[in-house]
Structures are given as C-alpha cells and as structure tokens.
C-alpha cells in the first residue's frame, strides 16, 4: 500500500527532487562550457563596438595589454610597408628590439592570411634570410638593438627590403652565390 499523496515521505521526495534539479542548473550555469560561452557571447558583443575597431577578433591578453600600453603611451604603432608598397600597422611596446617588431609583423601577417585563405604556413625563417626591415634607407639587421635606436617612433614606417644573410658571417650581404658555385670555386 501507497502512502496518499499529500503525504510526509512523497512530500520528501518531490522537494529533494526539487533541490536535486535546482542544484544540476547551478552546476551546469558554473560549468567551463558555460563560463566560456558567457565569456564568448561578451566578448563577441564589446568588439562589435566601433570604439574598437583596432582590436583583433580573438585578442590574446598581451594584444589588449599593448593596445592598452598605447592609450597610456608606452606603445606606439608602427607602419610596415611590404614590397608590393601595400601596408599594414602593428603595435609594439617603446621599449621593444627588432626582435620584437618581426614577432608582431608575423603574428599580424599570420592572422590576415589565416582570416583570407584559412590554415597556410609561411616559413619566416625564408622571409627573414631574403628580406630584412629598413627604415629612412638604414637596414635594421641586429635583432637585440633597440627600434628608438634607429630613430623608430611612434606612426613611424618601416620597409620589407630584399637582403640575404651570408650563412659565415650571419650578416647580410648584397648576393649569395648559389651553392653550385661555391662546389665549383673550391675546387678549381
């Protein structure tokens, strides 16, 4: 025999069931996945608002710490003109070597090409060995130096210039002669 229905245990019951489904939607609500789609759903809304236009679609924290550093200024923004004379901006922090302004140029180029073509690979080593940056006709070769110390400012350009880095010296040189060549000289 059933106990009634308005009974103590099918009271109980009915209320731990109750508590049982209210705590499953605190769960699920605090899960990750709901925390990142939450997460997501702001984001995506705050970069639809024309005051940032500058900042990429899936910005890393160092993206928004430099764009950040740039409204305080500590950072400038930097012109890079490729050799098709078509142009594109990176923003690096003022205190920031060579190095640093080629691992931005990458990661901007990396992000444009992945937005336009999808999934390519561009082998920056090869960019690297034939081109370097210059900037006012001065070749900017040593990755250590700082860009202030080149006279690079903020809304300053720099230019992708043809140069090929001799493999002894690890300096740039006008021509490389093929390897063929050096075969060919060393024997004769």
């Known amino acids: 025999m059933g106990s009634p229905p308005g009974s103590l245990p099918n009271l109980y019951f009915s ?30 809304a705050l970069l639809d608002d024309p005051l940032l236009f500058d900042v990429p679609r899936k910005p890393t924290l160092v993206d928004v710490d430099t764009l950040i550093n740039m409204e305080l200024g500590s950072a400038m923004k930097v012109t890079v003109v490729k050799v098709d004379t078509t142009s594109f901006d990176v923003t690096v922090f003022n205190s920031a070597t060579l190095k640093d302004l080629k691992s931005a140029i990458s990661k901007k180029i990396n992000e444009v090409e992945q937005a336009q073509m999808g999934h390519r690979f ?20 040593d990755d250590k130096s700082l860009l202030a110390a080149f ?8 230019n992708f210039t043809p140069c090929v880095i001799s493999r002894l010296f690890r300096k740039h040189s006008r021509r490389r002669k093929h390897r063929f060549f050096h075969g060919l000289s060393k024997k004769s």
């Open 15 to 44: 209320k731990q069931m109750e508590i049982g489904s209210q705590n499953e939607e605190v769960v699920a609500y605090n899960s990750s996945t709901a925390k990142k789609a939450r997460l997501q759903a702001t984001l995506s």
């Open 122 to 141: 561009i082998s920056w080593r090869h960019v690297w060995n034939n081109f370097c940056l210059s900037h006012q006709n001065e070749k900017l070769i």
């Open 151 to 158: 006279g690079i400012r903020n809304n300053s350009k720099v």
